[in-house]
């Protein structure tokens, strides 16, 4: 009966050690996409439609934000490059993560990310 015991004891140690995986720390502001805040994942996304490019924006894989055209520009204007559209929904992400919502550009902060006059 003591060998059942402790070939149970043994097998409950073993599951519990092997069910344990180490936390990894998540890298902060690195740019993939993602940002994290509060442990909430903000994500963006970037797409082609038939004269340029948009963005959209994703808490927890809920849509935040569409943004089709430059935000805060006279006119429906979309995004020449993809690169540009990055650059807009990297500025929208980092003010959703500091807790401004909805996040709101600025005239001059699109126009010095884009080189524009």
Known sequence: MKIVFFFLFCFCVVLGASAQKPKQPVPKNQDY????AYNDSLQYETYPQPKGWGYKLYM????????????ALEGNQPFKNEQDAKKI???????????????TLTITEIKHLLKLK
């Not at 996409?33 to 994290?36: D, E, F, N, R, V």
């Not at 927890?60 to 935000?71: A, G, T």
């Open 60 to 71: 927890r894989y809920k849509l935040l934000v569409n943004q089709p055209m430059i935000p």
């Open 33 to 36: 996409g993602i940002l994290y």
């Open 89 to 103: 929904a990297r500025l929208a992400s980092s003010k959703i993560a500091k807790g401004e919502m909805p996040p």
